[in-house]
């Protein structure tokens, strides 16, 4: 893993329509773990219509039928990470496991 992890906490406000904008900035800035609040997606939107290069995503949107809310979660496709389910019922996070070359383990979750 790298020594030093770059992380970006983004409040969307609707991530559809400033996607070309942020994945320009992501492009720039080249973060390893990006969270990602408020993105307004929704079951009509494709995961390839967020998708970001060389990123695994992971997300959750509001689990009711109304705009707003909704988590996404960018992580580097070389940390090689694992979707993690929490045993608890919150709406809205996404927790993903990456780890280490000592083999050890981190927990990461935007909500």
Known sequence: ?????????FNARSII???????AWINEIQPDIIGVTESWANDDILDSE?????????????????????VLLY????????EFLPNNKLPEQV??????????KFLIDVC
Do not use: A, T
Not at 17 to 23: A, M, S
Not at 76 to 81: A, F, M, N, R, Y
Not at 95 to 102: K, N
């Open 75 to 82: 992580i580097k496709s070389s940390l090689c990470p694992v």
């Open 95 to 104: 927790w993903c496991q990456i780890s280490d070359s000592g083999k050890n």
């Open 1 to 9: 893993m790298h020594k030093n992890l770059r992380c970006l906490y």
């Open 50 to 70: 967020l998708s970001l290069n060389g990123h695994h995503l992971f997300h959750k949107n509001r689990p009711v039928d109304r705009v707003g809310g909704g």
């Open 17 to 23: 329509n400033k996607f070309p904008l942020f994945e």
